[in-house]
């Protein structure tokens, strides 16, 4: 089954930081650009960053920009999304997906056009 699978989450407190990655199952990750999705509780998913195929071409939302890193390591068939000076309002369930055209201009558009899609991995930033 071709999927991709999240992991790094878990609980923190305002200020910290995280890493999650992104990894395939079932397929390489090299001609795909990679998204990531947040979901809180209530509300509706929203784009947080993206990154192309090759890596040289990044976008984020303004909420996460200056604290949050895109990257990947075609190598390891990895992506992945460096959190920084976490907020409680970065609370949510953090998914990555696939897909086999260029990052939109703006990250959380064309959401249609993602192949694959991770099940996510939950970020608590509490004290």
């Known amino acids: 089954q071709l999927q991709l699978v999240e992991s790094g989450g878990g609980l923190v407190q305002p200020g910290g930081s995280l890493r999650l990655s992104c990894a395939p199952s079932?397929?390489?990750?090299?001609?795909?650009?990679i998204g990531w999705f947040r979901q809180a509780p209530g509300k509706e998913r929203e784009g947080v960053s993206c990154?192309?195929?090759?890596?040289?071409?990044?976008n984020y939302a303004d909420s996460v920009k200056g604290r949050f890193t895109i990257s990947r390591d075609n190598a390891k068939n990895t992506v992945y999304l460096q959190m920084n000076s976490l907020k409680p309002e970065d609370t949510a369930v953090y998914s990555c997906?696939?897909?086999?055209?260029?990052?939109?201009?703006?990250?959380?558009?064309?959401?249609?056009?993602?192949?694959?899609w991770g099940q996510g991995t939950q970020v608590t930033v509490s004290s």
């Open positions: 997906a696939a897909r086999p055209f260029p990052c939109p201009s703006r990250v959380g558009d064309k959401q249609n056009d993602y192949d694959y």
């Open positions: 079932g397929f390489t990750l090299d001609y795909y650009a």
């Open positions: 990154i192309s195929s090759s890596g040289g071409s990044t």
